[in-house]
């Protein structure tokens, strides 16, 4: 298993421009998750899906962040317009269960300026 | 009063020692526990969960659950230079996902 993909790596944008981040869960995992690490405020939870249907996006900051799933094997993030403030490790993990443990892919670290 | 308390360390340890990391949480519902590690420049790896209170060991590593107490504890014994990586708390609730404490840097010295 190649376990869960993030894309890109590495995203250096200007302010007001849109940003994708792109994730493909393990397969067989009914839960995908959106995680964003700051240094002052570690790894915050912005929204997860259960069965490609979202179902907790209390986390998501404001408008301009957006997730969708349409399908089991495809999530992504989108940020319209981006803020020097969004910049972060932004990680996407998934699981057969939220009470169980959750596998990380490598994250995206997205840089505004 | 965050739902999960690290102290951000850093923790050091001599190599051979055992690392004693803490975690303490506010919701006295909270049913399962996990420790990830997470080098630097990396994403968070998955070591030990716990659910019972007690302990649950897995080769170097001890996971201590006080439900009483509301903390749960990591313990590496003969500690590496590798063990060397920040150690984050979770937990599950039982209404959203998992929440993260802001994690315990180790640092093992040679």
């Known amino acids: 298993d190649a376990g869960v993909i993030q894309s890109p790596r590495h995203e250096v944008t200007e302010m007001g421009q849109e940003v994708t981040l792109r994730c493909k869960p393990i397969?067989?995992?009914?839960?995908l998750f959106w995680y964003r690490q700051t240094m002052m405020r570690g790894l915050e939870l912005l929204i997860y899906?259960?069965?490609?249907?979202?179902?907790?996006d209390s986390g998501m900051p404001e408008d301009r962040f957006s997730a969708k799933m349409p399908n089991a094997s495809f999530s992504t993030l989108k940020i319209q317009p981006s803020e020097p403030r969004d910049s972060a490790v932004y990680f996407c993990a998934s699981s057969s269960g939220l009470p169980y443990g959750y596998t990380f892919g490598s994250g995206t670290r997205l840089t505004v300026v | 009063q965050k739902e999960v308390e690290q102290n951000s360390g850093p923790l050091s340890v001599p190599e051979g020692a055992i690392a004693s990391l803490n975690c303490t949480y506010s919701d006295r519902g909270s049913q399962s526990f996990f420790w990830y590690r997470q080098y630097s420049g990396k994403s968070p790896e998955l070591i030990m969960f716990?659910?019972?209170?007690g302990d649950k060991e897995d080769g170097r590593f001890t996971a201590q659950l006080n439900k009483a107490s509301q903390y749960v504890s990591l313990l590496i014994r003969d500690s590496q230079p590798s063990d060397s990586a920040t150690y984050l708390c979770a937990l599950y609730t039982g209404r959203r996902a998992l929440t993260f404490g802001s994690g315990t840097r180790l640092q093992v010295q040679p």
């Open positions: 397969s067989g995992h009914d839960y």
């Open positions: 716990i659910y019972s209170n």
């Open positions: 899906f259960n069965n490609n249907v979202p179902i907790d």
